[in-house]
């Protein structure tokens, strides 16, 4: 597959999950602080991250990885606390907070783009 982009739509957002190719006006306004972390809150918590978080410590729980948790549905519950403090603190420094104060905007002005 083959994708080209005029001149005139070269924007291209990439989430943390994934990149999604947006289509933007060449022209747009970079995103305010407020529309960041916006962004960034509606990433967290999102229920796709849920998931992965509940499957990452289940996964810890049956390999017994940081046995001090223990096991059990207590073992549980604080390995998923841990993942998910772990992972939306690094979400919000890399999508909100970073990018704010050194005035990153999370678009991409690309010339060209092509995917195979």
Same mark, same amino acid.
């Given at each position: 597959?083959?994708?080209?982009?005029?001149?005139?739509?070269?924007?291209?957002?990439?989430?943390?999950?994934?990149?999604?190719?947006?289509?933007?006006?060449?022209?747009?306004? %970079?995103?305010?602080?407020?529309?960041?972390?916006?962004?960034?809150?509606?990433?967290?918590?999102?229920?796709?991250?849920?998931? /992965?978080?509940?499957?990452?410590? /289940?996964?810890?729980?049956?390999?017994?990885?940081? %046995?001090?948790? /223990?096991?059990?549905?207590?073992?549980?519950?604080?390995?998923?606390?841990?993942?998910?403090?772990?992972?939306?603190?690094?979400?919000?420094?890399?999508?909100?907070?970073? %990018?704010?104060?050194?005035?990153?905007? %999370?678009?991409?002005?690309?010339?060209?783009?092509?995917?195979?």
């Amino acid at each position: 597959m083959l994708l080209i982009f005029s001149a005139v739509y070269r924007r291209v957002v990439i989430h943390w999950r994934a990149v999604i190719l947006v289509l933007i006006i060449y022209d747009a306004a %970079p995103l305010t602080s407020k529309q960041k972390f916006s962004l960034a809150a509606r990433g967290t918590f999102d229920p796709v991250s849920m998931i /992965g978080v509940g499957f990452a410590a /289940g996964l810890e729980q049956v390999h017994n990885s940081y %046995p001090g948790y /223990g096991q059990g549905a207590a073992g549980y519950s604080k390995r998923f606390a841990a993942k998910f403090v772990d992972g939306r603190t690094s979400d919000f420094l890399t999508h909100a907070v970073f %990018p704010s104060l050194f005035h990153q905007d %999370p678009h991409y002005s690309l010339s060209g783009l092509r995917l195979f």
